[in-house]
């Protein structure tokens, strides 16, 4: 399987991390990994990976975004099981950090071992963490891995509830994956949300695909007219969360 491209890859950008967490009740042995089935790159034996299967008693605190109802929500919006995936006795956490990638390979491989898991034992749910975007079993044997698909590798979350400084928030997660910083948009009226995620999913797509985005830069693109700045939790925007460096978009004075 060829390697996904990058097609506007800047270099200098950061460091990509993917966090893949599989939820299941068995214990994984003797994992078998298929080029042509689970989508892993042609030169996965170079990529550094870790693949850990890990139980509660191990690892509990791995566990307890099962006891988050928002994140549940999120799952059972996939057609997840909640019930069963609470019951998930392991998880196996596939991690990989890359020094700026040029391609996707690494991410394909993460990919790759989370199909090969879900082919091998039965499992309740897989959990992109940075993304925080669910994925049943049977829905991510079923996707295509022939070539990077943005759309499926991000999340963008409107807060409905409005920050009593920063009204209502839009933000980005899953750039960290790709070594780039979440996109972050505050002040909004809650019916221009759904105008802010385009906006959002618009400017990171090209940054997924390896361009940068830097503080200062203006931006002029469709409704909105203004500059970017570098994210300062609880100074320019809340405390969101994002386990990832960020930028804020601040519209225009007037």
């Known amino acids: 399987m060829p390697s996904w491209k990058r097609s506007r890859f800047e270099p200098g950008g950061g460091d990509a991390h993917v966090a893949l967490a599989v939820f299941t009740d068995t214990r994984v042995t003797g994992l078998s990994v298929s080029i042509s089935r689970h ?33 549940l929500a999120l799952a059972s919006d996939e057609g997840i099981d909640t019930r069963r995936l609470r019951q998930a006795t392991h998880q196996v956490l596939i991690v990989l950090s890359i020094p700026d990638p040029e391609d996707c390979a690494y991410l394909q491989l993460a990919w790759g071992f989370a199909r090969a898991v879900c082919d091998s034992v039965p499992v309740y749910g897989v959990l992109d963490r940075h993304a925080v975007r669910w994925w049943s079993s049977d829905r991510l044997l079923a996707r295509s891995n022939r070539g990077l698909d943005p759309t499926s590798e991000l999340s963008t979350l409107l807060l409905t509830d409005p920050d009593p400084r920063f009204g209502h928030i839009c933000h980005t997660r899953g750039m960290r994956k790709f070594g780039r910083p979440d996109l972050v948009i505050c002040g909004l009226s809650l019916q221009h949300g759904s105008m802010a995620a385009d906006l959002l999913h618009a400017l990171a797509v090209p940054m997924v695909q390896g361009q940068r985005l830097r503080p200062g830069v203006r931006l002029s693109q469709d409704w909105f007219q203004g500059t970017c700045e570098a994210y300062l939790p609880r100074k320019n925007a809340p405390d969101l969360a994002l386990d990832n460096h960020a930028l804020v978009l601040l519209p225009d004075a007037g």
């Open 39 to 71: 989508g892993v790159p042609e030169d996965a034996a170079s990529i550094p990976a870790r693949m850990d299967d890990l139980t509660r008693d191990q690892a509990p605190q791995l566990f307890t975004v099962l006891d988050d109802e928002n994140v």
